[in-house]
């Protein structure tokens, strides 16, 4: 079984892009405060890497901002990529399939932030690939 739950703030604000074939994406960290205090005496956060496509996606988008609290459930992905140095990158992240609005904070700008889709020119329409 592969599921997972999560309960943090966003980072920064999300993102919306538009990829091929008129699938929408949102990519961002959620800040998960540990349940100790480490030596010096204070509590130490993971980040954890999320994505989310299509509706729950334009969701995210639209009503959370920097701070949000969310509930986050999910699976785990693993996978890779080759980046501009030609250096093969592994990442993990969770796939976010279900989302519990806790406590909203408003977006640093009151427009939604869109990336629009980029024109295809060779491999730059495998950058939305997602492998099996």
Same mark, same amino acid.
């Given at each position: 079984?592969? @599921?997972? *739950? &999560?309960?943090?703030?966003?980072?920064? $604000?999300?993102?919306?892009?538009?990829?091929?074939?008129?699938?929408?994406?949102?990519?961002?960290s959620?800040?998960?405060?540990?349940?100790?205090?480490?030596?010096?005496?204070?509590? $130490?956060a993971?980040?954890?890497?999320?994505?989310?496509? *299509?509706?729950?996606?334009?969701?995210?988008?639209?009503?959370?901002?920097? *701070?949000?609290?969310?509930?986050?459930?999910?699976?785990?992905?693993?996978?890779?990529?080759?980046?501009?140095?030609?250096?093969?990158?592994?990442?993990?992240?969770?796939?976010?399939? $279900?989302?519990?609005?806790?406590? &909203?904070? @408003?977006?640093?700008?009151?427009?939604t932030? &869109?990336?629009?889709?980029?024109?295809?020119?060779g491999?730059?329409? &495998?950058?939305?690939?997602?492998?099996?």
């Open positions: 079984m592969n @599921q997972v *739950g &999560l309960v943090g703030r966003f980072t920064k $604000d999300p993102v919306l892009r538009y990829l091929s074939g008129d699938r929408v994406q949102t990519h961002f959620l800040a998960i405060n540990r349940n100790f205090k480490n030596s010096r005496g204070e509590v $130490d993971d980040f954890i890497f999320c994505t989310a496509w *299509g509706r729950l996606a334009e969701h995210i988008v639209k009503y959370c901002g920097k *701070g949000s609290l969310i509930g986050a459930n999910g699976r785990i992905q693993t996978r890779s990529f080759v980046n501009e140095e030609s250096t093969k990158i592994f990442m993990t992240e969770v796939v976010v399939e $279900d989302v519990r609005f806790y406590q &909203l904070k @408003q977006r640093d700008s009151d427009e932030t &869109l990336i629009p889709p980029q024109p295809p020119n491999q730059e329409n &495998l950058k939305d690939f997602v492998l099996p």
